[in-house]
């Protein structure tokens, strides 16, 4: 993979949040479940311009439910994690543990 | 879920923010940003829901507007020139209109010379119908991303505006210069107007809310 294509901090994140919520991921519970695990307040429409990137790159796909009630009549967005995704984030995931191993607690350089 | 919650509608206007910077016919955004409200409202309260919604209208407004420009970096580009050329040529017509109405009937205007006055501050809102024209021609041109075009040429128009009046300030060392800007940046906001005229007639989800 062309160092380009690497996952940013952001996009990294969501794909893990994506991954945790497997058929359950829609803007809602994306946004939710990052400011949960991360405590930072995150607006909805970061997580949809990362999405939306993301899946120009092919790492996630979509597709639209049925409207429901207690939406307004709107539609939900949901989202997936392709093949590719996960490999993307292997890769991330392998270069951090490569770049961290050693170092002991991390906490003691802050 | 309370019955006021239930009731409840979320900031009309913060809604219709973030519909002029959606991809027409996409209401999944909207529809995430409701049903947070409607939660959050029966938890704590429409107050705090209602700045919480405020918040991320504002906030996902602006992630949308470079989202906009991400995805179709070239066609906005192009149209934003192309409302800069036009703004260009179109700006000075209202000029050559007093300056052709004054040469002909420059004995009536010396003898009249509060009308004359009326007349160039009729030349302002020449200038302005003129920008609202320049805005809708150049949403018209980015389908799609109306407001990310217009919002780029009004900032651009807003820098220029500013840097000519601090580099005036810096010249003359008259701060009163500066007062003059807010002249200057009504004709930005009139292209912004021209592209929320153009982006409401495309999309029904953007029609302007009523109170």
Known sequence: ???????????????LALLRLEDRAYGVTVRQEI????QREVSIGAVYATLDRLEKKGYVKSRRSDPTPERGGRSKRFFRVTAQGVTAVNQIQRALSSMTEGLGMIGSYS | MTSQARF????????????????????????DLFEEFRNLASRSGVGFARRWY??????????LFTLGWLAAPWSTAAAVLGGFLLAGYVNRLPDKALSV???????????HFQAYLWLLRGMLIGHIIASLFVGSMVALAAKGREMVATMTLALI??????????????K???????SGLLWYWADPLAIVVGGIIVRTRRSPMTAVPTA
């Open chain 1, 1 to 15: 993979m062309a160092g380009r294509d690497y996952l940013g901090e952001f996009e990294h994140i969501i794909m």
């Open chain 2, 157 to 170: 128009f807003c820098a220029m505006a500013g840097i000519g009046c601090l580099w005036l300030v810096a």
């Open chain 2, 54 to 63: 405020w918040r991320q209208a504002v906030k996902t407004a602006a992630s």
């Open chain 2, 8 to 31: 409840v509608q979320p900031p009309r206007f913060a809604t219709w923010l973030v519909n002029l910077f959606t991809v027409p016919q996409d209401d999944s955004i909207v529809g």
């Open chain 2, 101 to 111: 109405a004054t040469d002909r009937y420059l004995m009536y205007w010396s003898s």
């Open chain 1, 35 to 38: 400011e949960l695990r991360t």
């Open chain 2, 172 to 178: 003359t060392g008259e701060i009163a210069s500066l």
